[in-house]
């Protein structure tokens, strides 16, 4: 996340904060509810791509939990003593009312017609209309994956001779397709065709449920059309929907098909939902004759080879699992300064050509400078006396984010800048570094007297942007210090091959600042490797001890056909 980022969300969080307290306390009008819980929303959906753990997004949800319920106990009364009307009081009564009835979806399998009645009406007071009120039942159902409830309200409405929408219908058969074991084939392909007969065209969301629904079913192949159809209107196919069709892919024996949509899968960069893929094409491996399960295993091994991406702990398990039966030693290791601690083997660190690394600059230059940060974002009297000073003074072998650096641990140390400095020149007498700075920083820097060029941005500009080209064009030997993940400006790459020639740029020139410490560069690249005899494969995978996105794994799995004889 980067540092305004940071700033935005622990201001509003803490505004928001007071804000209910106060409104709790006090008593104050309802709308403060309103004003409060859309905070929350707003800040949690624009920063969800920046939280690197799973940690910093639950305090989100736990601060809008807390909010909902409020909600939920306040506003679905009326106020007393208050006649006028309150359309924002109107509108959030609507969306929590079945709130107070969760222990009902969430522990309850039937309920009476009675029961029903109760719940419906507590919609309807609110203004909500029948039908409506129908599709928020059938999405609480769907919330706690409550599937026999959901039946039981469908049965209700046939007996009052109610016909369910299509919203309905659709949000029904994704909890279908959540519960396949208990719903069946028969029943969710019935469901399908009887809404491809009310519904001649699928919009998006219908077509991504239609998929995930035939991927369970033996017509999986059915959902190729609405795959086609998603990638036509120029929407991407998520990585549910991607990882669904691979999985009955591989388990159909279909392979070809299956990596087709890998490609597909890396090309769209869902590397999250990589363990699911691994896990269905293994699990399609231990299907074939031992003469073909190890080919099948490799050809995955340098799938990951590919992405540049490592699985988790469960992947890493099966795996090892699969080799061993193959007559593969397979042991747990730790690659120290490059070298296997079981095997001896020294890893290799994946170079990038002069041809790739121009192709990235300029790259670089066209879609994330001239058409974005640069001209957007600063001034262009200052990017031309910033290329002046490259031009001058460059190339340099260290490029250093001076705002970054000193906002270490989500806290302001600016002495930790100097200590950085005097670090790098400890180890490299003759190193000739550029430090990047925002202009309200001028005077600490000017006092610290580093021997170091130092360039001034304006507070507004992307200072992220001048560090990266800075470092670009002083060639593939630099050393760049920044913690930031630079993400954004990855995803702006066109290519996947791009975006892979990036990465791998970031991992061989990127040092970190991780508690206020400089830590050593890479000795090998993070990436499942084959030995160069071909014999034996070294897999990186997460054991569950990494917190943050841009730490690598410490773990690795040793694999070696027996065959080898181990040094």
Same mark, same amino acid.
């Given at each position: 996340?980067?540092?305004?980022?940071?700033?935005?969300?622990?201001?509003?969080?803490?505004?928001?904060?007071?804000?209910?307290?106060?409104?709790?306390?006090?008593?104050?009008?309802?709308?403060?509810?309103?004003?409060?819980?859309?905070?929350?929303?707003?800040?949690?959906?624009?920063?969800?791509?920046?939280?690197?753990?799973?940690?910093?997004?639950? !305090?989100?949800?736990? &601060?809008? %939990?807390?909010?909902?319920?409020?909600? @939920?106990?306040?506003? #679905? $009364?009326?106020?007393?003593?208050?006649?006028?009307?309150?359309?924002?009081?109107?509108?959030?009564?609507?969306?929590?009312?079945?709130?107070?009835?969760?222990?009902?979806?969430?522990?309850?399998?039937?309920?009476?017609?009675?029961?029903?009645?109760?719940?419906?009406?507590?919609?309807?007071?609110?203004?909500?209309?029948?039908?409506?009120c129908d599709v928020r039942i059938m999405k609480?159902?769907?919330?706690?994956?409550?599937?026999?409830?959901?039946?039981?309200?469908?049965?209700?409405?046939?007996?009052?001779?109610?016909?369910?929408?299509?919203?309905?219908?659709?949000?029904?058969?994704?909890?279908?397709?959540?519960?396949?074991?208990?719903?069946?084939?028969?029943?969710?392909?019935?469901?399908?065709?009887?809404?491809?007969?009310? !519904?001649?065209?699928? &919009?998006? %969301?219908?077509?991504?449920?239609?998929? @995930?629904?035939?991927? #369970? $079913?033996?017509?999986?192949?059915?959902?190729?059309?609405?795959?086609?159809?998603?990638?036509?209107?120029?929407?991407?196919?998520?990585?549910?929907?991607?990882?669904?069709?691979?999985?009955?892919?591989?388990?159909?024996?279909?392979?070809?098909?299956?990596?087709?949509?890998?490609?597909?899968?890396?090309?769209?960069?869902?590397?999250?939902?990589?363990?699911?893929?691994?896990?269905?094409?293994?699990?399609?491996?231990?299907?074939?004759?031992?003469?073909?399960?190890?080919?099948?295993?490799?050809?995955?091994?340098?799938?990951?080879?590919?992405?540049?991406?490592?699985?988790?702990?469960?992947?890493?398990?099966?795996?090892?699992?699969?080799?061993?039966?193959?007559?593969?030693?397979?042991?747990?290791?730790?690659?120290?300064?490059?070298?296997?601690?079981?095997?001896?083997?020294?890893?290799?660190?994946?170079?990038?050509?002069?041809?790739?690394?121009?192709?990235?600059?300029?790259?670089?230059?066209e879609l994330v400078l001239k058409n974005g940060?640069?001209?957007?974002?600063?001034?262009?009297?200052?990017?031309?006396?910033?290329?002046?000073?490259?031009?001058?003074?460059?190339?340099?072998?260290?490029?250093?984010?001076?705002?970054?650096?000193?906002?270490?641990?989500?806290?302001?140390?600016?002495?930790?800048?100097?200590?950085?400095?005097?670090?790098?020149?400890?180890?490299?007498?003759?190193?000739?570094?550029?430090?990047?700075?925002?202009?309200?920083?001028?005077?600490?820097?000017?006092?610290?007297?580093?021997?170091?060029?130092?360039?001034?941005?304006?507070?507004?500009?992307?200072?992220?942007?001048?560090?990266?080209?800075?470092?670009?064009?002083?060639?593939?030997?630099?050393?760049?210090?920044?913690?930031?993940?630079?993400?954004?400006?990855?995803?702006?790459?066109?290519?996947?091959?791009?975006?892979?020639?990036?990465?791998?740029?970031?991992?061989?020139?990127?040092?970190?600042?991780?508690?206020?410490?400089?830590?050593?560069?890479?000795?090998?690249?993070?990436?499942?490797?084959?030995?160069?005899?071909?014999?034996?494969?070294?897999?990186?995978?997460?054991?569950?001890?990494?917190?943050?996105?841009?730490?690598?794994?410490?773990?690795?799995?040793?694999?070696?056909?027996?065959?080898?004889?181990?040094?």
């Open positions: 996340m980067n540092l305004q980022c940071i700033t935005r969300v622990s201001a509003v969080r803490s505004i928001s904060q007071r804000w209910l307290t106060v409104t709790i306390v006090n008593k104050k009008p309802r709308v403060k509810f309103q004003q409060c819980y859309n905070n929350f929303v707003t800040i949690r959906n624009i920063s969800c791509n920046s939280l690197d753990t799973h940690r910093d997004q639950s !305090l989100f949800s736990k &601060d809008i %939990t807390k909010c909902r319920t409020v909600l @939920s106990r306040s506003l #679905c $009364t009326p106020l007393i003593g208050t006649a006028e009307e309150d359309p924002v009081k109107d509108h959030v009564r609507r969306k929590v009312v079945f709130d107070r009835f969760n222990d009902h979806f969430r522990d309850k399998s039937n309920l009476s017609s009675s029961e029903w009645e109760v719940i419906l009406a507590a919609g309807v007071e609110t203004g909500l209309t029948t039908e409506r609480a159902c769907l919330g706690f994956s409550n599937y026999k409830l959901a039946t039981n309200y469908l049965s209700h409405m046939q007996q009052l001779q109610r016909t369910p929408n299509t919203a309905l219908l659709g949000i029904y058969m994704e909890l279908c397709t959540n519960n396949y074991q208990e719903c069946g084939e028969e029943k969710l392909l019935a469901l399908y065709d009887q809404l491809c007969t009310r !519904l001649p065209v699928f &919009d998006l %969301t219908m077509s991504q449920r239609a998929v @995930s629904a035939l991927c #369970c $079913t033996s017509q999986w192949q059915r959902s190729f059309q609405y795959l086609t159809f998603i990638k036509r209107i120029g929407s991407k196919i998520s990585a549910k929907n991607l990882s669904e069709i691979m999985k009955v892919a591989f388990g159909a024996s279909e392979t070809e098909t299956g990596w087709r949509y890998f490609d597909i899968f890396c090309e769209q960069q869902y590397s999250d939902y990589i363990n699911n893929i691994c896990l269905s094409y293994l699990d399609y491996c231990k299907t074939l004759d031992k003469s073909k399960q190890e080919a099948a295993v490799v050809e995955l091994l340098q799938k990951l080879h590919e992405l540049r991406v490592f699985p988790d702990r469960s992947t890493a398990r099966l795996l090892h699992h699969l080799l061993t039966g193959l007559n593969w030693n397979v042991a747990r290791t730790s690659i120290r300064r490059g070298v296997c601690e079981k095997c001896g083997e020294k890893l290799q660190f994946a170079s990038i050509s002069e041809q790739k690394f121009d192709d990235l600059r300029e790259t670089f230059l940060d640069i001209y957007r974002g600063s001034d262009p009297t200052e990017w031309r006396n910033f290329n002046n000073l490259l031009e001058d003074c460059g190339p340099f072998t260290h490029v250093c984010d001076a705002l970054n650096i000193s906002y270490n641990n989500g806290r302001k140390e600016i002495s930790l800048i100097k200590k950085v400095i005097q670090h790098i020149i400890r180890l490299h007498p003759d190193a000739n570094i550029l430090l990047v700075c925002r202009q309200h920083q001028k005077k600490l820097i000017t006092s610290m007297r580093l021997p170091v060029r130092t360039y001034y941005v304006a507070n507004v500009s992307q200072d992220d942007s001048y560090t990266l080209y800075a470092a670009l064009h002083s060639g593939l030997a630099v050393k760049v210090v920044t913690s930031d993940l630079l993400r954004d400006h990855m995803f702006r790459m066109r290519s996947a091959e791009m975006r892979r020639t990036f990465r791998l740029w970031r991992q061989h020139c990127q040092l970190f600042v991780k508690r206020g410490q400089l830590q050593a560069p890479a000795a090998c690249t993070t990436m499942s490797q084959q030995s160069q005899d071909g014999k034996s494969w070294h897999v990186p995978y997460d054991d569950g001890s990494i917190e943050f996105s841009h730490e690598l794994p410490q773990s690795w799995l040793c694999a070696r056909q027996q065959s080898v004889r181990r040094r």
